[in-house]
């Protein structure tokens, strides 16, 4: 059971646990919303480095108890601020993401932010609301982890 859980930039030596943790077969399918195809390094590596390199987004990785449990993001599309985790599998259920997340909001402070999940996504779900997001909507949109159309929930914090 992770006990600490902090957040640091995210540094090039982080890109290969990072690349294990979000090609997981079952994290992917879960967040449904990923690359296309994510066993492709050098477009995982070309993605990290457009996103570190923009000065819209606050890119971490979430350590817990000492090693790089995850990742977490905000970013800035269409004018809104929206966040964004991952979590390895091997650490689910034990509270990695909602910590995480409180940790990310204390940093990034633009009110109104939003976070989506695929409405099938509980675990997500719940990290989220647990955090004070309240749905407002949702979407649809290809999901490249499951080759359809899914609905994905939108949520709004402040």
Do not use: C
Not at 47 to 64: F, Q
Request: aromatic content about 6%; overall charge negative; charged content about 30%.
């Amino acid at each position: 059971m992770i006990q600490d859980v902090s957040l640091r930039p995210v540094e090039e030596t982080d890109f290969d646990v990072l690349f294990e943790h979000m090609r997981d077969p079952e994290s992917v399918r879960m967040a449904a919303f990923t690359a296309e195809d994510p066993d492709d390094r050098a477009a995982f590596d070309a993605h990290l480095r457009r996103n570190l390199a923009r000065e819209d987004t606050t890119n971490r990785v979430i350590v817990g108890d000492g090693r790089v449990v995850g990742s977490i993001a905000s970013f800035v599309i269409e004018g809104d601020t929206e966040v964004t985790y991952w979590v390895d599998r091997a650490v689910w259920g034990q509270g990695v993401a909602g910590r995480a997340l409180a940790l990310l909001l204390e940093e990034v402070t633009v009110r109104p932010i939003y976070g989506r999940a695929a409405s099938d996504n509980a675990g997500s779900l719940k990290v989220l609301t647990r955090a004070g997001f309240e749905v407002v909507g949702t979407d649809t949109g290809h999901a490249a982890a499951r080759g359809a159309e899914i609905e994905e929930t939108i949520l709004k914090l402040g």
